[in-house]
Structures are given as structure tokens and as C-alpha cells.
């Protein structure tokens, strides 16, 4: 497996490449870069991490004096991702998965057309505003497309969801497809059993009750002429739910007793409990439990190809950075563009993630900002070898390669 090519330093925005993998190499014949992680002959250096801190922290939104608290309780994790990401793209070269250039090119126009770039410069001149170079994007793209054709490969079997089974799962939480029974109601409430036999006589009488409520109701709502919006019986105390269920729409109660008083209540209208029919919702069911499933079979997968790797990841420092630089989020979108992937399809990582697999020589509560008194000399790689692929995605271009692109 040869070694990634990599960078002397991104600026700030560049660390938003997708999966914060793809590097490119300086011009200069050798590049002084600290490494923070060895896999099989391929490495994560401090760039590359630095790169996958900033995607974190955008991508969970968290606030500038929270940073520090969040890359160190998250940085283990960050580091092992970046470690997973690694040996997957390393697990598409034994597959033979391969991608031919002018895929990643037509990827590319789409990603013009879909940011109206005119063409290659303009292109060029908004990636070095975003800290990337072209040949970043395009690391970017082939990684993140190898990395997802590993996984359909390896895992999509695994994940598949049967109409069965989605079935099955819409009537075990039928009631959570659709809308519960629900009425809109107005109130007034007045201090005594008089006053609020007068209100029900003007009310059903045919004065405007919203007018009544801000003339002389003495709740909350008076100000929105009693309004209370759409109440769920299930939601009402149960003495208001058997008045509201017995009036029809427009109906106004007799007097109902308070602690401070008596309140009337008036029926806007009522709906019905519905249930969305299977058909509308197949498609999201299928889609979460498929999502649910690859999440666990995921951390089976990368487990195995750590424990395949494991005397050959080897992390060179434990000191990483706890701050990230204040830049904007990206404003191209496409693929190679986004925030390190993670797992596939996965939510945004908790605050804290203490299941995350030790990194052979560093404790993840050792993690600190000490700096590393000799960064390491990497050699810019050879450029890598172009084979016809043992299976060739569609070199169609797509905002958003799908795994079996």
C-alpha cells in the first residue's frame, strides 16, 4: 500500500475536505509534517486531523468557548475515524475497487454546474478560497467514493430491509404514523359562578367569544381572544377532555369549576385521529432500520479490519491541538466537499463517546496540546498508478455518489 501524498498545511477552510484524507503534496522535493498515525504504510498527519477536528466541530455546532471541552472529550474518537477511514480506502485496493479518472472528472462538472462555475479557473480561484487545491478535490471525491463502494460491498447485504419487515414494523408503532385526535379550543375564565353564567349566556347567545375573552376573561389567554390552539385529549386534565369530547364544533360549556374561579370553554373545531397509510411511509421506515443496521454492522466491520491491522497502526504522538481555526463553513457543495463522513449515514457524534476503541500508544485521556519538539520528514509519494478497475463505478457525475456509483 503506498503512502498518501500529504500537505505541509491546510489553511483554515481546506479542513473541510470530505473525510479530511486527501492532502495534496508541496512542489518542494521534501516536506517537514508532523505524523500523528501509521496504518499499513499509509498516514494521518497533523494537517489531516486538524482537518477532521474543524468538520467535527461545525458539524455538531458547537460554540467557541465549548471547543476545547468538545476536542477533548471527542479527539480519541476523531483520531480513531480518521485511523477507520484509512484502512477502509486500504481495503478497496485488496477488493480491487478502482476508479477511473474521467469519473472523477465528470464528478467534478457536476460540481461546477451545481455551483455555477463557468469553468476551471473560477473553479481553482473558489477552492483556494476554501484552502483546497484541485488535486485536494479530487483525492477527496476518490476516497470518499472508494469508501463508499467498500462499504456496499462488504456491508449492503447486511443492511438490507425486506417489505416484510418494514411492514411489520409500521404496526408495531402504527399509532407514531400519523396525527392523534386533537380539538381547538377557547376559554374564559372569570372570578365568579354569576359573571361566567352571563358569559355562556352572551356566547351562546351569539356574541363573538374571542371579543368576550379580552373583555373579560382573566387567563393568560386573554390577549389572543382565549385562544388556546390544538389540544390532544390526552394533553387536557380529564375533567376538560369529557367536556371538550361532548360539545361539537362551535359548542361552549357550562361552567366549569376552578380554585380561583370558573371557566368556559368554546369547541373552534375538532379533527379526527389519522393514520398515514403504510404505502407514504415505507420509504422512511425502510431507510431508518437500514440506517440502524449499518450502524452496528459498521462497528463489526471496522473492528475486524483493526484487529487485521493491529501490529501495523501505530500513532506517533498523543499532543494534539484543542483549539480549530474561526473560518466560515464551506460555501461549494458537492462531493469531496463536506465534513469527515464517520460512519456511514450516521448522526452527528455526541458531546463525549466513551466506547471508542484504544489507538495502540495513546490513552485517550492523555491527549494534550504539548507540541512535538521534531515533526517528522515525510517524502511526497510517487503519483499513484491508474489500472483498469476490477469493478468500474459509473463515471456519471453525481452531487452525491451513492456506494454502488
Known amino acids: ?67 476545547e471541552s468538545y476536542l477533548r ?17 486500504q481495503r478497496a485496493a485488496d477488493l480491487g475497487i478502482k476508479l477511473r479518472p474521467e469519473y472523477v472528472q465528470d464528478v467534478i462538472e457536476g460540481i461546477k454546474k451545481e455551483n455555477n462555475i463557468p469553468d476551471d479557473a473560477e473553479l481553482k480561484r473558489q477552492l483556494r478560497r476554501e484552502g483546497m487545491s484541485l488535486d485536494d478535490l479530487k483525492r477527496n471525491i476518490e476516497r470518499s467514493v472508494l469508501r463508499r463502494q ?20 409500521y404496526e408495531k408503532h402504527k399509532a407514531e404514523y400519523g396525527k392523534s385526535a386533537s380539538v381547538h379550543l377557547q376559554e374564559i375564565v372569570v372570578p365568579d359562578r354569576a359573571q361566567a353564567e352571563d358569559v355562556v349566556r352572551r356566547a351562546r347567545g ?3 367569544f374571542a371579543d368576550l375573552a379580552r373583555a373579560v376573561s382573566t387567563a393568560g389567554s386573554r390577549a389572543a381572544g382565549g385562544d388556546l390552539g390544538q389540544v390532544a385529549p390526552g394533553d387536557m386534565n380529564p375533567e376538560l377532555a369529557k367536556v371538550a369530547a361532548a360539545l361539537p364544533a362551535g359548542g361552549v360549556s357550562d361552567p366549569i369549576s376552578l380554585d380561583n374561579g370558573y371557566r368556559i370553554v368554546r369547541v373552534v373545531a375538532k379533527a379526527d385521529a389519522t393514520v398515514t397509510p403504510y404505502e407514504d411511509v415505507r420509504d422512511e421506515i425502510t ?41 466560515p463553513t464551506s460555501t461549494l457543495s458537492g462531493p469531496g466537499l463536506g465534513p469527515a463522513p464517520g460512519a456511514p449515514d450516521a448522526a452527528p457524534a455526541p458531546a463525549a463517546a466513551p466506547n471508542v476503541p484504544a489507538l495502540p500508544g495513546v490513552d ?38 451513492s456506494p454502488g456509483a
Do not use: C, W
Open 287 to 327: 431507510k431508518r432500520l437500514s440506517q440502524q443496521r449499518m450502524a452496528s454492522v459498521y462497528e463489526d466491520y471496522v473492528e475486524g479490519l483493526r484487529k487485521a491491522s493491529e501490529k501495523t497502526t501505530q500513532t506517533t504522538v498523543s499532543e494534539v491541538s484543542l483549539t480549530v481555526p474561526n473560518v
Open 73 to 89: 472529550q471527542n479527539n480519541a474518537r476523531i483520531l480513531q475515524e480518521a485511523v477507520d477511514d484509512l484502512l477502509i480506502t
Open 150 to 169: 467498500v462499504l456496499s460491498r462488504e456491508l449492503e447485504q447486511k443492511t438490507t430491509v425486506t417489505d416484510a419487515e418494514a411492514r411489520a414494523e
Open 1 to 67: 500500500m503506498k503512502p498518501s501524498p500529504v500537505l505541509v498545511r491546510l489553511s483554515a477552510a481546506a479542513l473541510l475536505g470530505a473525510g479530511a484524507l486527501a492532502l495534496s503534496a508541496s512542489s518542494r522535493a521534501e516536506i517537514i509534517e508532523r505524523v500523528v498515525a501509521k496504518v499499513n504504510g499509509d498516514i494521518v498527519t497533523q494537517s489531516e486531523f486538524e482537518a477532521r477536528q474543524l468538520a467535527a466541530v461545525q458539524a455538531a455546532h458547537i460554540a467557541s468557548d465549548q471547543v
Open 206 to 208: 351569539g356574541e363573538d
Open 364 to 401: 485517550p485521556s492523555e491527549i494534550s496540546t504539548t507540541p512535538q519538539a521534531r515533526p517528522e520528514r515525510v517524502a511526497p509519494p510517487p503519483a499513484p498508478e491508474r489500472a483498469a478497475p476490477a469493478a468500474t463505478p459509473s463515471p456519471s457525475p453525481s452531487p452525491s455518489p
